[in-house]
């Protein structure tokens, strides 16, 4: 309500409003406001057509909708489902003494558009953390980078190591504080990618990622991992780059097949344990990846990347099913496919998947 109205200016019921012209014996149906009524048009006697009383009262006819709007449980591959209840159970209390995990969502859902390129992200908590009550220790950042001249898609995934007692903590800033240094370095980024150098940004990378997990705080266990995929909003460059330290990473959907896009050690390493942020941040991987439209990229954590490749391919096959086809997904479809299950699978899972409008 405006300071200076009473309310019986502002609701029916109870007089005329000042410079309406409406009747004071409309008898409106109860919550109906003159602000609403005006949508209506004037109720003077000259009005030709129903009465807005008839107007008003008069019955709305429903499409009845096509199909189920209930879809139930996310679907599951293998013979049996998982063990784990498909939906959250307990949840953080603020008097565990830690806040963030407190107020961190089961569930966040993204997306956007940009030029020709269409967005559509998730990220849920795991069956085993509703199981515990847990809080989701992923994390994603959707948004764009660099000035209209150099502009880039950013799209970042995070999965905080569970053995870490602050990772949600760290996944969650990692993701914004690299949006933030990548920004910085746009114009040289939009360079590398045109010149196709793949040592220059991996450079750039390094530089990058070095300033973002200052913010880390290398003392509170934020160990998480990163990666990062920027994608040109300039049609005409072909060339992408994607940023890695840790499991997870990036898929390429090409002709039904999911194809590994991330960068790859070399072999040298023995050492078994997952690189994480933010001690591992002289070890970014750089990946420079060309691309056409009609083909799908998805950038993900462990928790989608893991059942993606597993032997078993009807995970992989259902994806590819439902996210290769010609239409984008909405968002709630996106998210209810994100969702599918798979025995043995029951890490967080942060997806973003990528599609380009064809020329």
Request: hydrophobic letters at 35%; glycine letters at 10%; proline letters at 7%.
């Amino acid at each position: 309500m405006h300071h200076g109205e009473t309310r019986d200016e502002v609701t029916s019921g109870g007089g005329t409003a000042p410079g309406h012209g409406l009747d004071e014996d409309l008898g409106l149906p109860d919550g109906i406001t003159f602000h609403d009524m005006r949508m209506y048009g004037s109720a003077s006697a000259e009005q030709s057509g129903p009465t807005m009383r008839e107007h008003l009262m008069s019955p709305v006819s429903l499409a009845k909708p096509e199909g189920p709007l209930v879809r139930g449980v996310p679907a599951h591959v293998g013979q049996r489902p998982p063990s784990y209840p498909p939906h959250p159970l307990g949840c953080p209390s603020v008097r565990d003494g830690d806040a963030f995990a407190a107020f961190t969502p089961a569930v966040l859902l993204d997306g956007a558009e940009a030029g020709r390129l269409t967005v559509r992200a998730a990220s849920v908590r795991g069956d085993s953390h509703n199981w515990e009550g847990s809080c989701r220790q992923d994390a994603m950042t959707v948004t764009r980078i660099g000035p209209p001249e150099a502009e880039l898609l950013l799209l970042a995934v995070a999965d905080g190591v569970g053995s870490a007692e602050r990772s949600h903590i760290g996944s969650h800033r990692v993701t914004r504080q690299a949006a933030l240094h990548l920004d910085r370095e746009a114009e040289n980024i939009h360079a590398a990618l045109i010149a196709q150098d793949e040592g220059e940004l991996r450079a750039i990378a390094n530089k990058a990622i070095a300033g973002a997990v200052n913010e880390l705080r290398i003392g509170q266990e934020h160990a998480t991992t990163l990666h990062v995929l920027l994608v040109p909003a300039d049609a005409r460059i072909r060339e992408r780059v994607v940023f890695s330290v840790g499991d997870g990473g990036l898929f390429v959907l090409r002709e039904g097949r999911w194809e590994q896009g991330s960068p790859v050690d070399d072999g040298s390493l023995l050492d078994t344990r997952t690189e994480a942020l933010p001690h591992a941040y002289r070890s970014v991987k750089a990946k420079l990846l060309r691309t056409t439209p009609g083909e799908v990229l998805l950038l993900g954590t462990d928790g989608i990347t893991n059942p993606l490749t597993q032997r078993d391919p009807e995970f992989a096959q259902r994806l590819a099913h439902v996210w290769g086809g010609p239409e984008v997904p909405s968002l709630s479809d996106f998210l209810w496919q994100a969702q599918t299950r798979a025995k043995s699978y029951d890490d967080d899972r942060t997806v973003i998947c990528v599609w380009e409008k064809p020329e």
